[in-house]
């Protein structure tokens, strides 16, 4: 059992994974940290000096903490589109990597017959 938890904890997703999940953390901290110290601050200077983090919209039944809300929206989008470039820019090199790895092999010279053949060979293929 314990030889099956170490196999499985071993593979290559599992890692990459867990990784993955300790620099989302650090990450998430970062942005939160971003938006709450840098750029509301910024936007209660833009719109004249109101203090979002402590806005509140007040109701017969209690608060509604607007201003958090908006934080973590900013938050959410900050992350969301930092992950987005991520993922396409890791996009865009696999498919330059995978362009850079199909070379044509030069074809020896064969005699008509046989050229034809290996061109059937590979429509066969394709369609399989």
Do not use: C
Request: no cysteine; charged share 25%.
């Amino acid at each position: 059992m314990l030889k099956d938890f170490k196999e499985f904890a071993m593979k290559g997703n599992v890692l990459d994974l867990a990784i993955a999940v300790v620099i989302g953390g650090a990450f998430g901290k970062i942005v939160t940290s971003l938006v709450e110290n840098v750029i509301v601050p910024l936007l209660g200077i833009v719109t004249g000096g109101i203090d979002l983090t402590n806005s509140l919209i007040f109701g017969p039944e209690g608060n509604l903490k607007i201003g958090v809300f908006l934080q973590s929206i900013i938050d959410f989008l900050i992350i969301s589109f930092s992950i987005f470039m991520a993922l396409r820019l890791l996009s865009k090199l696999s498919r330059k990597k995978k362009e850079s790895e199909v070379v044509e092999e030069p074809s020896p010279n064969l005699d008509p017959k046989e050229e034809l053949l290996k061109e059937i060979r590979d429509l066969l293929k394709e369609k399989q």
